[in-house]
Nanobody
Framework: QVQLVESGGASVQAGGSLRLSCVAS???????MGWFRQAPGKEREGVAI??????TTYADSVKGRFIASRTNANTLYLQMNSLKPEDTAMYYC?????????????WGQGTQVTVSS
């Protein structure tokens, strides 16, 4: 079992930056970790996937602007720069020991990011 708690969401102006945090109840080094977002009326979108064996992949929409990191066993970050109104969404972190596409076992409750123009 892994409990995940996100924080750091806020309302910001376009062009601004935010850093989201995700704190896990146990070490995540054996897990793949993901950041996802869902805007009202839209499907959930994978933002960044951090594979347990090292690589991190990003959605095309955030490449060059967002950086996902795992600085210790229990804490993940999503640094979001040059924010755009279309980045407005609820952001979630997720964990699983197996990659199964969009199916992830453990999810946080989400943190809201709102970007105004």
């Amino acid at each position: 079992q892994v409990q995940l708690v996100e924080s750091g969401g806020a309302s910001v102006q376009a062009g601004g930056s935010l850093r989201l945090s995700c704190v896990a109840s146990r070490s995540t080094y054996d897990y793949h970790m993901g950041w996802f977002r869902q805007a009202p009326g839209k499907e959930r979108e994978g933002v960044a996937i951090m594979y347990s064996y090292g690589p991190t992949t990003y959605a095309d929409s955030v490449k060059g602007r967002f950086i996902a990191s795992r600085t210790n066993a229990n804490t993940l970050y999503l640094q979001m720069n040059s924010l755009k109104p279309e980045d407005t969404a609820m952001y979630y972190c997720a964990a699983d020991d197996t990659i199964r596409g969009s199916v992830w076992t453990y999810w946080g409750q989400g943190t809201q990011v709102t970007v105004s123009s």
